[in-house]
């Protein structure tokens, strides 16, 4: 027992002996401190949630679902058109009412499908009502949540999460640039890969525009050579002033709304028509955000720019048509001011015209689409231009129309700019809806010909291969 008598010496070496035992029992254990943390715990579950609900409108939203509206109005449009069909059909029966009875039986078994057509169409479109008023409030629920983590988030990791995530992207940005290699060099004529257009078949889709059939002149399409996020906008230019001439450019967002003719943006080139630089004849064609068109009462090319709404022109030879010297015509009649055609391809613009030293034969000039543009190489053809009622390009080669009749157009004629060959022996024939077509544009994205027949927008299918 200690007391209080023990010595100083005692006391010392007992004090080393319990030293000596709490080392001796530490030896084989753990060191345990307790932190205790004085701010409240991060609600994860929230964030859990929130990347819950993110995930969940990714994949309510998709691509495939939005168009579908574009699916079913296309659809009723086809459907519409073959009722179309069968009322003409029942108009011409005289078979003692008996063929007509069982027309009258399908034309009400159609219109029974086309009800139901409808009816879908407006079930969906109700649908994607209410899914983008449910995604505005769960977006706004997020930004709410996300606002109140940052604000219990005092160890600032989701703020440093955010950071990282930035300087990853921009890491991969960098590395992109790093390995890219340099652009493409733009197509030689002749060598794009598709073969010769050995068909085309259609119509695919059939619309009349929102101008109705007051104006019959005009061209549409898509740009060939688009900005980024304009991949799938469509233009339109009706002649709004006899026939002839116009000034604005109408845009669409998809196919569906240029069908429906529903919010659209125009682009006026000038407030009055016909004026200095407005559109004269309906032959033009859209490339990088630029309409290229033959300009009012000159022999000169246009080149009006969207962004900056300006206008650049370049001259063509003196001895160039324009105003009605050498038009698209056949035997019954001549188009009016398509002394000049603007046709693109996997290459480039291009610009069909005659002249009088080439005796009125078709002259392809390559537009270089600088500002302003400039005449590029320029070939000489055996065509002559009134005997044409259109012509288009693919992969550096020429393609003329001619009329037939008032149900068949026929792409007659071939000119490879690559090898200098002619062919006046195509023979493919293209099924018009109406009788004249008046512009024919291709697009080089797509494969698709876009085609104004007399104020009706239709697009056609082509098909490639090898000529015999």
């Known amino acids: 027992m200690l007391t209080s008598n023990m010595s100083h010496s005692g006391r010392f070496i007992l004090t080393v002996i319990f030293l000596l035992i709490f080392i001796q029992s530490a030896r084989g254990k753990d060191c345990v ?3 205790v943390n004085s701010d409240p715990d991060f609600p994860e579950f929230k964030l859990d949630n929130v990347e819950l609900t993110a995930s969940q409108c990714t994949e309510n939203i998709t691509s495939e679902k939005i168009t579908e509206i574009d699916r079913l109005v296309l ?17 011409k029966e005289d078979n003692g009412n008996l063929y007509a009875a069982v027309s009258l039986r399908i034309i009400e078994l159609e219109l029974a499908e086309i009800q139901d057509l409808l009816d879908e169409l407006n079930q969906t479109t109700s649908t994607y009502q209410q899914l983008s008023i449910q995604a505005a409030e769960e977006l706004q629920n997020m930004q709410e949540t996300m606002e109140e983590l940052e604000m219990s988030d005092h160890t600032q990791a989701m703020v440093k999460q955010r950071q990282n995530e930035l300087l990853k992207k921009e890491l991969v940005r960098c590395q992109n ?12 004529p002749g060598h794009c890969g598709l073969g010769h257009l050995v068909g085309v078949s259609g119509p695919k889709t059939y619309s009349l525009t929102v101008h109705g059939t007051s104006y019959s002149f005009g061209a549409w399409g898509r740009d060939a050579n688009p900005a980024s996020g304009d991949e799938n906008k469509y233009w339109l230019v009706v002649l709004s002033s006899s026939n002839a001439y116009g000034n604005f450019i109408r845009q669409y967002n998809s196919l569906s709304t240029i069908i ?3 919010d659209p943006t125009d682009t006026y080139i000038s407030s009055s028509n ?28 246009c080149q009006f720019n969207l962004t900056t709404q300006s206008v650049s022109t370049v001259a063509l030879p003196n001895d160039a048509g324009y105003n009605n010297k050498f038009p698209f015509a056949h035997l019954g009649t001549t188009y009016g001011y398509t002394d000049m055609d603007f046709v693109t391809d996997e290459s480039g613009v291009y610009v069909i015209y005659a002249t009088t030293s080439n005796f009125g034969n078709v002259v392809i000039s390559k537009v270089e689409t600088s500002n302003p543009p400039v005449l590029g190489q320029t070939w000489s053809t055996s065509l002559h231009k009134k005997t044409v009622t259109n012509t288009f390009m693919v992969c550096g080669v020429l393609y003329a129309t001619r009329y037939l009749d008032q149900e068949t157009e026929e792409i007659f004629y071939t000119y490879d700019t690559k090898t200098n060959k002619e062919r006046y022996d195509l023979r493919i024939n293209i099924k018009k809806m109406q009788t004249n077509i008046k512009s024919i544009n291709y697009d080089p994205r797509d494969h698709l010909l876009y085609v104004f027949n007399d104020a009706y927008i239709v697009t056609y299918e082509t098909k490639f291969g090898e000529l015999y």
Do not use: F, K
């Open 33 to 35: 401190c307790e932190l």
């Open 75 to 91: 659809g009723l449009q086809h459907r519409i058109w073959q009722l179309v069909d069968m009322v003409s059909i029942l108009e």
């Open 177 to 188: 640039v790093l390995n890219s290699t340099l652009p493409p060099p733009t197509l030689s």
């Open 260 to 262: 429906l003719g529903i």
């Open 274 to 301: 016909p004026t200095t630089n407005t559109i004269q004849g309906p032959n033009m064609i859209m490339y990088a955000n630029a309409l290229y068109y033959n300009c009012y009462n000159t022999y000169s090319v």
